[in-house]
């Protein structure tokens, strides 16, 4: 609730953030544009998802933009992108990226908590999480169909067992799941 409040002050002093926010992320991601599609694919899904939920978009949206940001660092030091290496690269970006647009201590902290730890929830999680894990799933699960690395088994497994919110689950058997109708 705190945050929340306070995040939404923040809003009502730079409603663009969040636009400066994906301006920042397109600039550090340059020419990977296979990435900027990605967060902002996550950017849209998370935001719809926000609103249903009664997450806080001014949260969610910069999380989405930046919660792939630290992939590139966990390749250039790591030589992978496993998900530890992204979690432990990724926060202090985002704090550079969100401090240099003059966000409040309170949003860049629950921010990168997030970013940090974006693809292993913990028992309980806050609505702005699961809303940002849900839409990666999702845009991941259409990922992986358009690149035909996933069977429709494996994808009816993901969406019936790893979705933390209804509206997350709803979104995605309406995308992937074929009505009998259409069968
Ligand atoms: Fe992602």
């Given amino acids: 609730m705190g945050n929340r409040l306070r995040s939404e002050l923040m809003v009502e002093k730079d409603p663009l953030f969040k636009d400066r926010v994906a301006v920042e992320m397109r600039k550090y991601f340059n020419t990977d544009s296979r990435r900027i599609d990605h967060a902002s694919r996550v950017a849209l899904y998370a935001e719809k998802l926000a609103v249903e939920e009664n997450g806080d978009p001014a949260v ?10 630290g992939i590139k660092e966990a390749e250039r030091k790591h030589k992978s992108t ?5 979690h432990e690269e990724g926060p202090p970006i985002a704090r550079e990226i969100m ?3 003059a966000a409040t201590e309170e949003l860049i902290t629950e921010v990168c908590d997030i970013v940090g730890h974006h693809h ?14 849900d839409a990666d ?43 009998k109708k259409e069968v």
């Fill in 137 to 179: 799933l999702i845009v991941n699960i259409e990922d992986n169909l358009r690149e035909n690395k996933i069977s429709a088994e494996a994808v009816r497994k993901l969406v019936t067992k790893r979705f933390l919110t209804l509206s997350g689950q709803k979104m995605a058997v309406a995308m992937f799941i074929p009505s």
């Fill in 120 to 133: 292993n929830p913990r028992p309980h999680e806050s609505i702005n999480f699961k809303v940002l894990y």
């Fill in 60 to 69: 969610v949206i910069p999380t989405a933009y930046l919660h792939d940001i």
């Fill in 82 to 86: 496993a998900a530890r290496y992204q």
């Fill in 99 to 101: 401090e240099k647009l």
